[in-house]
């Protein structure tokens, strides 16, 4: 660990961290430490057996002598133990209380408590001791059987309940989380799964060529049924009613979108937005992203998100060793080349071997690239090759009208309808790996082959490569050939080219579709959409920055 880097861990564990930390040391650092969360099925059940017992009522003092007193919703600390819990339930029996802790799930096959639930409910023993009452017995309410356990509290409880503090603080002081569970049916319903990708982990980080790991089971963690909406009407104004996004234009127009069914706010130009719509917007963890007129992407408003300092901190120690950035930015460039190939091979009417010899060509030099610019060099070198073939993949009918040439890529501002396509998908693309990348906690400025500018996204840039070709240069080729957008589609100002409002409603549409397309990971071989996708990537390189993978394992398709 870098002596200038140093996790102080919380003088107070909580009981429920505890309870995470026994059922899996993984799920624990993720939740406590790097402050992740999903909710689930099971979650928001979870929620609802706990409704009894939320609101506070009574206390010791009000209890007296009544012999069925209840206290619910009870906090208690002890520093000389370093934990802390909300109880559930406290009940009196004679002159001891008895905690009693509820869960939403069934009693286990054994008749007894899971030990997860037991060490749980034997931190509130123990407060309860360190608060001067008599605790003798606990019990865990399972609500799905209607049934209570109790628990003798013992000093073998007792001796299992410190152990295990000690070892979660352990876990909570290293750089890396604790490795996932290798194969575990605890998995399945776990509502990290898709942030702790345990399988996916696994797999990239074996590195011994006779341990077999089991096939990565396909993300648990569907894609949220939520999507972007895009704002484009020049003097739109959005509000809120209720649970409901209000857009009205300057004609009166208005639009209505449940809160629900919103994943972003996109604003192309001058759109006005409330005040109440950015609070509601910023408490749901949902980005505003800001767009000139013209497509550009200029940045995002949003919630604190991520609170994971130590990712960060790797990052930044990544980016500022030019040897370690310079060893990401070859795999980013070279699966970016090959990509750019499978493209042409696709699409090409007739793809030049020469070129597609080239482009191999020059992948395999930029994994042995000695330098940043030499790098730079050989990754325009194969954008040269790529572009200069890119009309070769419209159709006739397409480059009679589209023209573009064989000079290829030109952009502030672009003077023809392709390239005008292609500087709007980049754009878009680079909007959302900014917000895929806020969304697990790194930087989306500070970047390991774009280096860092004023205003430049560099690290959403570098990861967005080896999909340029695959997301955003598809989509302008279905909308090309497919005839979704055509000459009127466009218009000319001052000698630039941009979308008309008709042909931006057709670019999105075209975009969504793209991004739930589901392709086969290369190295996990199961299906997944590109949405999905991005935030595996984003968060397979996290690992590979903090150093709990070795390498990060870029995206190529055949």
């Given at each position: 660990m870098n002596e200038q880097f140093q996790r102080e861990v919380p003088e107070l564990l909580p009981a429920r961290m505890l309870n995470e930390y026994t059922y899996c040391p993984r799920l624990f650092y993720l939740e406590w430490v790097d402050m992740e969360w999903a909710p689930s099925h099971d979650t928001v059940v979870g929620e609802g057996v706990h409704k009894r017992v939320d609101k506070a009522r009574g206390s010791f003092e009000r209890a007296g002598d009544r012999p069925d007193a209840e206290i619910t919703s009870l906090t208690l600390s002890s520093e000389d133990e370093g934990l802390t819990a909300r109880l559930d339930m406290v009940e009196r029996d004679g002159d001891a209380w008895i905690p009693v802790d509820y869960k939403k799930g069934s009693v286990p096959p054994n008749g007894t408590p899971w030990e997860a639930d037991r060490i749980q409910v034997g931190v509130q023993a123990l407060l309860l001791r360190c608060a001067g009452k008599r605790c003798e017995q606990a019990v865990v309410y399972y609500a799905a059987s209607k049934r209570r356990i109790s628990i003798n509290v013992d000093d073998s409880l007792v001796d299992d309940v410190r152990r295990a503090a000690r070892q979660a603080r352990e876990a909570a002081s290293l750089r890396t989380p604790?490795?996932?569970?290798?194969?575990?049916?605890?998995?399945?319903?776990?509502?990290?799964?898709?942030?702790c990708l345990p399988d996916e982990t696994n797999q990239s980080a074996s590195t011994d060529a006779?341990?077999?790991?089991?096939?990565?089971?396909?993300?648990?963690?569907?894609?949220?049924?939520?999507?972007?909406?895009?704002?484009?009407?020049?003097?739109?104004?959005?509000?809120?009613?209720?649970?409901?996004?209000?857009?009205?234009?300057?004609?009166?127009?208005?639009?209505?979108?449940?809160?629900?069914?919103?994943?972003?706010?996109?604003?192309?130009?001058n759109i006005s937005v409330s005040a109440s719509v950015i609070s509601e917007l910023m408490a749901r963890d949902i980005p505003i992203c800001h767009f000139s007129?013209?497509?550009?992407?200029?940045?995002?408003?949003?919630s604190v998100g991520s609170r994971n300092a130590g990712l960060r901190i790797s990052q930044f120690e990544v980016a500022a060793d030019e040897s370690r950035s310079l060893n990401v930015a070859r795999g980013l460039v070279a699966r970016k080349i090959l990509?750019?190939?499978?493209?042409?091979?696709?699409?090409?009417?007739?793809?030049?071997?020469?070129?597609?010899?080239?482009?191999?060509?020059?992948?395999?030099?930029?994994?042995?690239?000695?330098?940043?610019?030499?790098?730079?060099?050989?990754?325009?070198?194969?954008?040269?090759?790529?572009?200069?073939?890119?009309?070769?993949?419209l159709r006739p009918n397409v480059r009679d009208w589209a023209e573009f040439h064989?000079?290829?890529?030109?952009?502030?501002?672009?003077?023809?309808?392709?390239?005008?396509?292609?500087?709007?998908?980049?754009s878009i693309l680079a909007k959302d790996w900014t917000t895929t990348l806020f969304t697990v906690g790194l930087d989306p400025f500070v970047g390991v082959f774009h280096r860092p500018r004023f205003g430049r996204a560099s690290l959403a840039l570098d990861l967005m490569e080896e999909f340029r070709p695959l997301v955003a240069d598809s989509v302008v080729l279905q909308l090309l050939?497919?005839?979704?957008?055509?000459?009127?589609?466009?218009?000319?100002?001052?000698?630039?080219?941009?979308?008309?409002?008709?042909?931006?409603?057709?670019?999105?549409?075209?975009w969504e579709r793209r991004l739930s397309h589901e392709v086969t990971h290369p190295v996990f071989r199961y299906a997944i959409s590109y949405r999905r996708l991005f935030e595996v990537q984003s968060r397979l390189?996290?690992?590979?920055?903090?150093?709990?993978?070795?390498r990060y394992e870029g995206f190529t398709t055949r």
């Open positions: 604790p490795p996932p569970l290798v194969d575990s049916p605890k998995c399945a319903r776990c509502s990290l799964v898709g942030i006779e341990l077999v790991q089991p096939p990565a089971r396909p993300v648990r963690a569907t894609d949220s049924p939520a999507l972007p909406v895009y704002v484009s009407t020049p003097g739109t104004r959005i509000g809120k009613s209720g649970e409901t996004l209000v857009a009205t234009t300057p004609d009166g127009e208005t639009a209505k979108i449940r809160l629900i069914d919103v994943s972003q706010l996109c604003l192309m130009g007129g013209g497509g550009w992407f200029h940045g995002v408003t949003h990509n750019q190939r499978t493209v042409l091979r696709r699409n090409h009417e007739d793809a030049p071997k020469r070129t597609l010899e080239e482009m191999k060509a020059l992948s395999t030099k930029a994994l042995s690239a000695e330098s940043p610019g030499q790098l730079l060099g050989l990754e325009g070198l194969a954008a040269r090759a790529y572009f200069g073939q890119f009309a070769g993949m064989e000079s290829g890529r030109n952009r502030r501002p672009p003077l023809d309808p392709v390239n005008a396509l292609l500087s709007f998908a980049y050939n497919n005839g979704e957008v055509g000459p009127t589609s466009f218009v000319m100002r001052g000698g630039a080219c941009a979308l008309t409002p008709d042909g931006r409603r057709s670019f999105f549409q075209a390189f996290a690992r590979a920055l903090t150093g709990e993978l070795d």
